[in-house]
């Protein structure tokens, strides 16, 4: 929670004063990392956590060029992560959850081993129910994919934590999910809900507003979580 807190902190500053960008996500991960555990990957970087025992956060970036590209490659399958055997994909079996993407394929669908990457499930892969995964958030990535194709695109996944695991074991079912998308002048927040899909009809938000979103529903979840 201190590293949300002070990760918040960080973010609004950034707001306030139009960062240009440069060295951000070394900004944040040095906090970070210091409360939880970073796995650098091919396609992003993942915050890993062991009371949810999948992402908190995962950041990347959609590279202009790389999105002219046409892949020439078969989409891969998920794939459980040995450094963190308390994942399972099997465990998302009959749960009626998707295995939604945080850093989604189709943003590196020029590179069969970045693609690959993303259909890591410990580290880039939360539980969706399948009409927020197929449907609103499937759309915003869309939306960031376009972008991609004029400027450099760096984005933020958040998940909000819940009450509920999968199946009820292990893996932490997010309440709320979060995506940032970090352009060259400003910021476009997006917030899903992945308890209530009939809310999503109007998913981008005041990015001021997201981050009061984070501070306060992350900070209750996980009280109630514990």
């Known amino acids: 929670m201190r590293a949300l807190i002070l990760f918040l902190t ?8 139009e960062y240009p960008f440069k060295n951000k996500f070394s900004n944040v991960l040095d906090i970070l990392e210091k409360y939880c555990t970073i796995y650098t990957e091919l396609a992003y970087t993942s915050c890993f956590s062991d009371l949810y025992n999948r992402a908190d ?23 459980n992560d040995p450094r963190i055997p308390q994942v399972d994909k ?50 915003i990535e869309s939306i960031a994919l376009k972008l991609a194709r004029e400027i450099e695109v760096d984005v933020i996944d958040i998940m909000i934590p819940s009450n509920k695991f999968l199946n009820g074991k292990n893996i932490n079912i997010p309440r709320t999910m979060i995506k940032i998308l970090i352009l060259d002048t400003h910021f476009r927040c997006f917030v899903v809900s992945n308890e209530k899909p009939e809310a ?23 009280i109630a979580v514990k």
């Open 90 to 139: 099997a465990d998302y079996k009959d749960s009626g959850y998707d295995k939604g993407h945080l850093a989604f394929h189709r943003g590196f669908s020029f590179n069969e081993a970045k693609n690959y990457s993303t259909y890591n499930v410990a580290l880039n892969i939360v539980p969706m129910l399948p009409k927020v995964n197929r449907g609103q958030w499937a759309k």
């Open 200 to 222: 999503n009809k109007t998913p981008e938000r005041d990015c001021i507003f997201v981050l009061d979103i984070i501070s306060k529903e992350t900070a209750r979840e996980r």
């Open 10 to 17: 960080f973010s609004a500053s950034v707001f306030a004063t």
């Open 57 to 79: 956060f995962v950041v990347y970036r959609l590279n202009k060029i790389s999105q002219l590209k046409i892949a020439v490659f078969s989409r891969p399958k998920f794939y």
